[in-house]
């Protein structure tokens, strides 16, 4: 039965022999690699400097592990995809993987692509506390930080086992990343769930950057009002002929005419 269950359709076959699928996992093993890479860069400059709150460097760490591991978890599956194309298209009943044995990389898969997303909204969050709140860094910082990154984790965690509750696994994919058949209405309803949340994310950042734009500019303009060297003031010209004295009252001199003497 698992035999007959793992042989591959036409429409799967041809699907596998695609020159477009399987340049995708090309694609995606080139951006796992990139993502490796700067991820590294990107964990150095949050440890070696300091510009960052506490509560923000632990959800940038917390994004960058989801982004690592989705890419690691994401990359395993290309790899199969591309040996099959390259070596198991003559034996179709041995192209498709049963969804119990994908369970695992399955959740992993949309845990940690909910949980970078969970984090993009854990940083909007953080980013309120830290506009809003007076004196916000030290310890009520790091408390703020780890709460809404215990509630990332939660959340992340329990985002496949919803989607899977009550689905018995019991098909065949080809390859793991693909959703499985019977949760394809809640999977549906994943992606718009998600879509909203990336576009409350995207308005909520737009409206915090604004408003602390607006901050940082009105006490520096408030300050150049009130101060009155601020003002600018013009110096009167330096009178060459005091109009009071007694030299401007007379008359200029006009020279005297020659008289001759009769």
């Known amino acids: 039965m698992s035999n007959n269950l793992t042989c591959a ?19 995606d093993l080139t951006t796992a690699a990139i ?3 700067f991820t590294y860069f990107a964990a ?19 994004n960058l592990l989801y982004a690592v591991m989705y890419q690691f978890t994401y990359g395993i599956e290309a790899v199969i995809i591309i040996y099959k194309h390259f070596y ?12 119990s044995d994908c369970a695992f990389s399955m959740k992993s898969l949309l845990c940690c692509t909910s949980g970078m997303i969970y984090c993009q909204t854990g940083l909007i969050i953080e980013r309120t506390f830290a ?19 215990v509630i990332v984790l939660l ?17 065949a994919i080809l390859a793991c990343f693909v959703f499985p058949k019977q949760s394809a209405t809640r999977s549906t309803v994943y992606f718009f769930v998600v879509t909203g949340i990336t576009l409350f994310n995207l308005a909520t950042s737009i409206f915090l950057n604004k408003y602390n734009a607006k901050l940082e500019y009105q006490p520096s303009h408030s300050s150049l009002c009130s101060s009155p060297s601020s003002s600018p003031t013009v110096s009167p010209k330096p009178n060459l002929i005091d109009p009071k004295s007694s030299l401007a009252s007379q008359p200029p001199n006009r020279p005297k005419k020659n008289t001759l003497l009769k």
Do not use: M
């Not at 699907?15 to 399987?22: G, K, T, W």
């Not at 198991?88 to 969804?99: R, V």
């Not at 985002?159 to 009550?166: A, E, N, R, S």
């Open 131 to 149: 506009t809003f709140l007076r004196d916000y860094k030290g310890t009520k910082s790091l408390i703020v930080g780890s709460s809404i990154a």
């Open 44 to 62: 150095k400059v949050l440890f070696k400097l300091s510009i960052f709150q506490n509560s923000t460097k632990i959800l940038l760490v917390l």
């Open 9 to 27: 359709a036409v429409a799967e076959l041809n699907h596998l022999a695609s020159l477009n699928f399987i340049l995708f996992q090309f694609v």
């Open 155 to 171: 959340l992340s965690a329990l985002t496949g086992p919803i989607i899977y509750w009550d689905d018995p696994l019991s098909g």
């Open 35 to 37: 993502t490796f890479i």
């Open 88 to 99: 198991k298209q003559d034996y179709p009943c041995e192209l498709l993987q049963l969804e």
